[in-house]
């Protein structure tokens, strides 16, 4: 069974940057396509970021262009979300997951993904 493990969350002023890293266990990440999506409190989940199995295509919703960026590695085994000019609005819980042989349009869907992580909480004070 695959696991994705998040991890970088934390309190951060508004204006801060954290890096989110998200890790599998038991498998490799290289021909999952990735994504990174959030839930604001007593709101749904929605898409964030996402990067194809190919690196080659990213996708970012229109809150968040020109503050985040999503990378991986392959051979660290890792998809990264570097987010910067964080403001109270991106308080949320942040979750990775992996669709296999995915885009990024298919990823930043949502629908069908094999693997999502249990979350990792990000806040920005004001």
């Known amino acids: 069974q695959v696991q994705l493990v998040e991890s970088g969350g934390g309190l951060v002023q508004a204006g801060g940057s954290l890096r989110l890293s998200c890790a599998p266990s038991?498998?490799?990440?290289?021909?999952?396509?990735m994504g990174w999506f959030r839930q604001a409190p007593g709101k749904g989940r929605d898409v964030v970021a996402a990067?194809?199995?190919?690196?080659?295509?990213?996708y970012y919703a229109n809150s968040v262009k020109g503050r985040f960026t999503i990378s991986r590695d392959n051979a660290k085994n890792t998809v990264d979300l570097q987010m910067n000019s964080l403001e109270p609005e991106d308080t949320a819980v942040y979750y990775c997951?992996?669709?296999?042989?995915?885009?990024?349009?298919?990823?930043?869907?949502?629908?069908?993904?094999?693997?999502w992580g249990n979350g990792t909480l990000v806040t920005v004070s004001s």
């Open positions: 997951a992996a669709g296999r042989g995915y885009n990024e349009i298919h990823v930043a869907s949502g629908y069908g993904l094999d693997y």
């Open positions: 038991g498998r490799t990440l290289e021909n999952y396509g």
């Open positions: 990067i194809s199995w190919r690196g080659t295509g990213t």
